[in-house]
Structures are given as C-alpha cells and as structure tokens.
C-alpha cells in the first residue's frame, strides 16, 4: 500500500522528469563546442533536462571514471574560458544513485561509479525536505578552497539547475 505523501513525491517526481527547463545566465561567451565535449554556461537545467539536452545533440551527460577523464575535462571547461570567468561553480555529470540508494552509476556508461572523487562527507544523500533527498551528481570547484573543492563530487538534488558538460562517447 502506497502511502498518500509517497503519492504526492512520485507525481512531484514525475512531473520533473518530464521537465525541460533551460535557463538564460549572463553570458559570457558563446556555445562552445569541441569534438568531445560540448558545454555552454548559457543553459542551465535539472538534471534530467541536462540528461535530455545532451540526447539531442547525440551526446551524453559526462562521465568522469578517473584522473584522465577528470583532467580532460579540466583542460575543456579552461578552454573554454569558463574557469577564468568564473571562480565557483557546480555543473551536472552523469552519476545518480536514482536507481538504488547509495548506488550509484554512470548513466551515459551504465558503470558502476568506483573513481573516489568525492568531496569528504559526501555523498550524504542530504534531506532537503520530505520528497527531496540527493540523487545526482555534480562536479564542484571553488577557486582558493583546496582540494575539497577542486573538481570534486557532491550528490545534490536532481530537481535544482545547474549547467551541465556533455561528452561523445565514440
Ligand atoms: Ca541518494
Ligand atoms: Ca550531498
């Protein structure tokens, strides 16, 4: 038997995932594209809608398995400009545990993800409220804070907008 408050989360759920909601920020360059990687800090979505957008541009949400990918995409959002401009910031990649709690998988790969990139305390799977807990991950880095924030993982929650990183996987 489904309780009335899980009722009321799965339509809350339902309703997001079929959300797309891309956002303007101020811009400060334009769409950027390379052939592995495209990026642009002039979106911002949900975690699905991140999810969704890299789809149509017949790419996926990025995955970061180890110390190369995590440099490649380093050395891509420096490329960019985006680093320079910006000395915080939190972008989607392709880990959730959405499936299982606490398990947590790549979905543009569908591994398993075992690189240890994760910020210390996290993933906490925070209680935001009753309906919102952390399911998706992000890539977070704040210029001056040390390694905690240094390209690190944190689980978030799916429904907030953040820009995303999307990758062609060959
Ligand atoms: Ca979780
Ligand atoms: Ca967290």
Known sequence: ??????????????F????VSLQKTDITFAINRQEEYFFSDNLKANWFGAFQHC????????SIRNDEERRAVINFLDSTGYTKANKEFKLW??????????M??????????????????EPNDYAHDRCTGEDCVILEYIDGAGR??????????????FPFICESIP
């Open 1 to 14: 038997m489904i309780r009335p408050s899980a009722l009321v989360c799965l339509y809350v759920f339902m």
């Open 16 to 19: 997001l995932q079929g959300q």
């Open 55 to 62: 789809r149509t541009l017949d790419k996926h949400l990025v």
């Open 93 to 102: 990649i392709s880990g959730n545990d959405l499936a299982e709690e606490g």
């Open 104 to 121: 947590f998988y790549w979905a543009s790969t569908g591994e398993r993800l075992t690189y240890q990139n994760w910020r210390s305390e």
């Open 148 to 161: 905690n924030y240094d390209y690190t993982f944190d689980d978030r929650p799916c429904i907030r907008q």
